[in-house]
């Protein structure tokens, strides 16, 4: 069985064919020359995932996988690690199985390694093809219709190419006439820009920050403390100006870092909008006695931004994902998503 599969064999009996694949019918099929009935564990979970199931599926499944697939893709991604990339995609080239024979078997453990790589390398693939299909786009594709072009600008940029508050009403109106949606992120990245923000976010973000004093961290171009002034709110904008070949900082941005600027407002409210994966400046947050409410703008994909090892390791305040908010961060197929972070009173 395994030689019919072709390639020089190493790893345990593995051929070179298989660990290449990612397929789960080959990978079944190859672990079965390994176990035997009483493993048949490893075989059930391989029949499931063929069925393929959704991400969403594979979450509640197997929580504690998808946290360490999101730290190992926050991290690699963050890092340009193709090593941990590759070892999250193909799980089987470092796993050491028993040489094949008729008494070969899984131990136990080894099968609860097998099944725990298995279920990671299929929640990596789905989360990253979920992610590049929201954002990327190809060469050619950056050539707008005129329509297109026209409507973009109307909706999303000041005529100096700033960002505009996007007027809910008009985005509903207008949107649906676009005729290349996914051409928007990749633009607006290349400007260091990851979300827009509408009419109805500011509102209601203004409202949590009520009388209170706030203060943005890695502020980019201010848009958002700006709108929020514009609401009455009171808030300071900030940024360590790191990304200065990216973005064009307004004098209304403070430069100056994360931690620095928490010491000096002491803020009872600070926002962050797409703090950049694993970064380290977020704990800061955590550990300035004044902040009672942390805001962070994001995506859904969590390995995708934000610091979630200390996000989970943090105690002393509750986290929720706030459905109504991040349903008003534009465009909404973008997969932007709000989080908000509360003291527990003691």
Request: hydrophobic share 40%.
């Amino acid at each position: 069985m395994l030689k019919a599969a072709g390639g020089r064999c190493r790893n345990g009996g593995l051929p070179d064919a298989v660990l290449r694949c990612t397929s789960t019918a080959v990978i079944r099929a190859h672990i079965m020359a390994y176990v035997r009935p009483v493993d048949a564990h490893p075989l059930r979970l391989m029949k499931w995932l063929e069925q393929n199931p959704s991400l969403e599926e594979l979450q509640r499944r197997f929580p504690r996988d998808w946290e360490i697939v999101e730290d190992e893709l926050a991290g690699a991604i963050n890092d340009k690690d193709h090593g941990r990339l590759h070892a999250l995609l193909k799980p089987l080239e470092s796993f050491a199985l028993p040489k094949a024979g008729r008494n070969a078997r899984l131990r136990n453990q080894q099968a609860i390694e097998l099944n725990g790589r298995l279920i990671r390398q299929r929640m990596s693939a789905l989360a990253i093809e979920r992610f590049l299909k929201a954002s990327l786009t190809t060469e050619k594709k950056l050539h707008l219709p005129f329509l297109d072009r026209f409507l973009i600008r109307r909706l999303f940029f000041t005529r100096a190419y700033r960002r505009k508050l996007v007027s809910n009403r008009l985005f509903a109106l207008l949107w649906p006439f676009v005729r290349r949606p996914n051409i928007l992120l990749p633009l607006a990245e290349s400007h260091g820009i990851y979300c827009f923000y509408s009419t109805g976010l500011v509102k209601e973000i203004a409202a949590l920050i009520g009388d209170r004093h706030a203060v943005e961290i890695a502020a980019g171009d201010g848009a958002l403390t700006r709108f929020l002034r514009r609401r009455g709110a009171s808030v300071t904008a900030s940024d360590d100006y790191s990304w200065s070949g990216k973005i064009s900082y307004p004098a209304e941005v403070l430069n100056c870092d994360a931690h620095t600027v928490l010491r000096q407002e002491n803020p009872e409210v600070v926002l962050c909008s797409w703090p950049p994966a694993k970064n380290r400046f977020e704990e800061h947050v955590f550990r300035t006695n004044s902040v009672q409410r942390y805001i962070v703008i994001g995506s859904e994909h969590r390995f995708a931004f934000g610091n979630w090892a200390v996000y989970r390791s943090q105690a002393l305040f509750r986290l929720r994902k706030d459905d109504t908010l991040s349903a008003l961060l534009l465009p909404r197929e973008f997969g932007g998503a709000v989080y908000v972070f509360d003291r527990i009173e003691r």
